[in-house]
């Protein structure tokens, strides 16, 4: 939906990653290995700001796309103020600017939140970039929610959930016949930049903060789907990455994942393998993330188009 605003690693986009130096107090983004002021790369440090909510600082209406992409749609390019004085540069995500002249300064000031979502997707080689870089209000649709880690106190014998999220998006479409539907009124649809992996992302997102887990707890990650953006790469690599699940290792997460595929049950028939896994002794984790997430790939006018809908 809009242009790559710069090209970094794939950690600094999924999860805005601050440095800050231990000495001076500064910060910087995109992080750097060393302090412009100390000089010195044994005091600096990272903070992840994925779970923090920060303030429209800035924008500007972007009404044309550059000669690589094409256009969706118009939309509102902004910079995001974090505490300690962090700017980073960003769009809004599930809001469509009105075609006359926008006042952007009415947004200024205003809280948002960091989404998970397509950044562009590259039309040769079909490459699908993702990016935390993408915000909406934080009074919009879906509230912020703080995520505050706490090591579990208790146990149990007996394999059960500890922790669920739920993540549908925000626009509908209304049936104008409800009965062609099965008396289903309206259904959700994704914006442009949203997609099966994004939901996921979303939904893995709100079930870590309801159950309050550390994400390095979480031992294997399922994701079931019948509308998987790519055809061999799964997608819970990709939420693996973006919600850091399992004990970091090198440049990525010591986890297991896979996508499942299955119509209408691909997702609840992994809840009897996560409950295997758990209960395995030779399973060397206690928890295990399962995610059903679909986007209707059904065509206009077929049955399924009036009652599948998409989250």
Do not use: W
Not at 286 to 292: A, L, Q, S
Request: some cysteine; hydrophobic content about 35%; proline content about 7%.
């Amino acid at each position: 939906m809009s242009e790559p605003i710069t090209r970094r690693k794939i950690l600094v986009d999924y999860r805005i990653r601050v440095s800050r130096c231990e000495i001076c107090g500064r910060r910087y983004f995109p992080p750097k290995p060393f302090c412009d002021v100390e000089g010195r790369r044994s005091r600096i440090r990272y903070e992840d700001y994925f779970y923090r909510k920060g303030l429209f600082y800035s924008g500007a209406v972007i009404r044309r796309p550059t000669n690589r992409f094409s256009y969706l749609g118009s939309f509102i390019s902004c910079i995001v103020e974090f505490d300690g004085g962090v700017r980073t540069p960003g769009r809004i995500t599930d809001m469509v600017p009105d075609e006359g002249e926008v006042d952007v300064s009415e947004f200024i000031g205003r809280e948002v939140v960091p989404r998970f979502r397509r950044t562009y997707v590259d039309g040769e080689s079909g490459l699908i970039y993702y990016s935390s870089l993408a915000f909406s209000f934080a009074d919009d649709y879906y509230e912020y929610r703080e995520y505050k880690p706490v090591k579990p106190s208790e146990g149990s014998e007996k394999p059960g959930i500890v922790g669920y999220g739920v993540y549908i998006p925000k626009f509908r479409v209304k049936n104008a016949n409800p009965a062609m539907g099965g008396g289903v009124v309206e259904r959700a649809v994704p914006f442009p930049d949203e997609d099966a992996t994004t939901f996921a992302v979303e939904a893995g997102r709100r079930a870590l903060i309801h159950s309050a887990l550390d994400s390095r707890y979480i031992g294997k990650c399922y994701i079931g789907s019948e509308s998987t953006p790519y055809a061999v790469k799964p997608s819970a690599s990709t939420v693996i990455q973006a919600l850091e699940l399992g004990e970091p290792y090198e440049d990525g997460f010591f986890t297991g994942g896979l996508d499942t595929q299955f119509a209408c049950k691909a997702a609840t028939d992994l809840f009897i393998d996560a409950v295997a896994l758990v209960s395995c002794p030779l399973f060397k984790a206690d928890y295990v993330m399962v995610i059903g997430a679909d986007n209707s790939q059904a065509a206009p006018g077929d049955p399924l188009d009036y009652t599948v809908g998409a989250g």
